[in-house]
């Protein structure tokens, strides 16, 4: 009797201390996913810190949001600017036809740039929201179950998806813009006998060009 007593109160105390256990598990989680949603929530345009300030799990879930966020902020300022910076170039200003033209190499180079920066910029975005890419980046980072749930969740939350597809929109028309105006002038380049300049104004002898000039020039402000 004495030993069957025994075994009960040794079962009592390892059920004792297998329910401490997992109380003290589930509390640091709730802790741990607490102190996380504070860092996520503390992002903004001013504040892309992405220093790591949990550990385990939710350490590696705070890095690779912070990092997508930062991704995120970087690649919108680094469209942002582009666009300033076309608008301030002024391409297709008379100014520029007798700075750069006839060959206007500054002004392609620049365009050009610009472009390719652009293009990779939101290619970044895209596949910060595409799903196939997300599914890669959370095996890459180990996560599975419902921490990888719990990933997924605070990219909704944060709108990223939405966000990217309006800067998509948006980048979709300037794309356009842009190569109108790269068409404008290689266009010129390419005829770059058949114009001058005279009295700060934009001539010809070639109906045909003025034509094909003023119809590209046309497409250009139609896609401001």
């Given amino acids: 009797m004495k030993g069957k007593k025994n075994l009960i109160i040794?079962?009592?105390?390892?059920?004792?201390?297998?329910?401490?256990?997992?109380?003290f598990l589930a509390f640091r989680d709730?802790?741990?996913r607490n102190?996380?949603?504070?860092?996520i929530n503390a992002l903004s345009e001013e504040n892309t810190n992405t220093?790591?300030?949990?550990?385990?799990?939710?350490?590696?879930i705070e890095k690779m949001v912070k990092e997508d966020y930062k991704l995120y902020i970087d690649s919108t300022n680094t469209l942002r600017?582009?666009?300033?910076?076309?608008?301030?170039?002024?391409?297709?200003?008379?100014?520029?036809?007798?700075n750069d033209g006839p060959d206007f190499t500054n002004s392609l180079e620049k365009l050009n740039s610009i472009k390719a920066e652009n293009e990779e910029n939101m290619q970044k975005l895209l596949d910060l929201v595409d799903e196939a890419k997300i599914e890669e980046k959370t095996d890459g980072n180990g996560l599975k179950g419902r921490h990888k749930k719990l990933y997924k969740e605070i990219l909704e939350q944060l709108e990223l998806s939405n966000c990217v597809n309006e800067?998509?929109?948006?980048?979709?028309?300037?794309?356009?813009?842009l190569n109108s105006l790269i068409d404008v002038l290689n266009y010129m380049k390419d005829n770059k006998s058949e114009w001058?300049?005279?009295?700060?104004?934009?001539?010809?002898?070639?109906?045909?060009?003025?034509?094909?000039?003023?119809?590209?020039?046309?497409?250009t402000e139609k896609n401001i």
Wanted: net charge negative; hydrophobic share 40%.
């Fill in 35 to 39: 102190k996380l949603t504070v860092q």
């Fill in 10 to 23: 040794a079962i009592i105390i390892i059920a004792v201390i297998i329910i401490a256990v997992s109380l």
């Fill in 81 to 98: 600017d582009n666009y300033n910076e076309i608008a301030q170039l002024k391409a297709l200003n008379i100014e520029n036809y007798k």
């Fill in 51 to 60: 220093d790591v300030t949990l550990k385990g799990v939710y350490g590696i």
């Fill in 196 to 219: 001058f300049i005279e009295n700060d104004t934009l001539k010809s002898k070639s109906q045909e060009f003025i034509d094909n000039y003023n119809a590209k020039v046309e497409e």
């Fill in 167 to 177: 800067v998509k929109e948006t980048d979709t028309k300037f794309a356009t813009y």
């Fill in 30 to 32: 709730i802790s741990e």
